[in-house]
C-alpha cells in the first residue's frame, strides 16, 4: 500500500506556471504507474498526464501535451508535473495516483488504486 500527499497547488494568472508534487509513503514508488488527474467543478475526473514505473514513457492528455511534463524520482519517492503556460480551463483540483498493473500509463480512473486527497490550481483570466 502507498500513502500520496500532492503540494504545490495556488492560483496563478494565464500564461504563468506551477509545479505540483506527490510525495508517496509506504511501498516503495518503483512498484507503481503513477498518473495525475484533475476534476473541475460539476465535471468528472478527467486523465492528465502518467508516467511508467521507471519513467522511460510518459502520456499526456492532448489538452495539456506540450504545455505539462511529468516527471519521477523514485529515489525520492516523489512525482512531479511542470505546468507551464496555463490556460483558465485548467482550473481543477488535481489529483496524484498510482496504479499497480505492470506496464503503467492508464487514462481511466479506474485504472488506479490508491490516490491522494487532491491539491486545487486556479488559473484566472
Known amino acids: 500500500q502507498v500513502q500520496l500527499v500532492e503540494s504545490g497547488g495556488g492560483l496563478v494568472q494565464a500564461g504563468g506556471s506551477l509545479r505540483l508534487s506527490c510525495a508517496a509513503s509506504g511501498r516503495t514508488l518503483s512498484s507503481y504507474g503513477m498518473g495525475w488527474f484533475r476534476q473541475a467543478p460539476g465535471k468528472e475526473r478527467e486523465f492528465v498526464t502518467a508516467i511508467s514505473r521507471l519513467g522511460g514513457r510518459t502520456y499526456y492528455a492532448d489538452s495539456v501535451k506540450g504545455r505539462f511534463t511529468i516527471s519521477r524520482d523514485n529515489a525520492k519517492n516523489m512525482v512531479y508535473v511542470q505546468m507551464n503556460s496555463l490556460k483558465p480551463e485548467d482550473t481543477a483540483v488535481y489529483y496524484c495516483?498510482?496504479?499497480?498493473?505492470?506496464?503503467?500509463?492508464?487514462?481511466?480512473?479506474?485504472?488506479?488504486?490508491?490516490w491522494g486527497q487532491g491539491t486545487q490550481v486556479t488559473v484566472s483570466s
Open positions: 495516483a498510482a496504479e499497480q498493473s505492470y506496464g503503467g500509463g492508464g487514462r481511466l480512473v479506474s485504472d488506479y488504486d490508491y
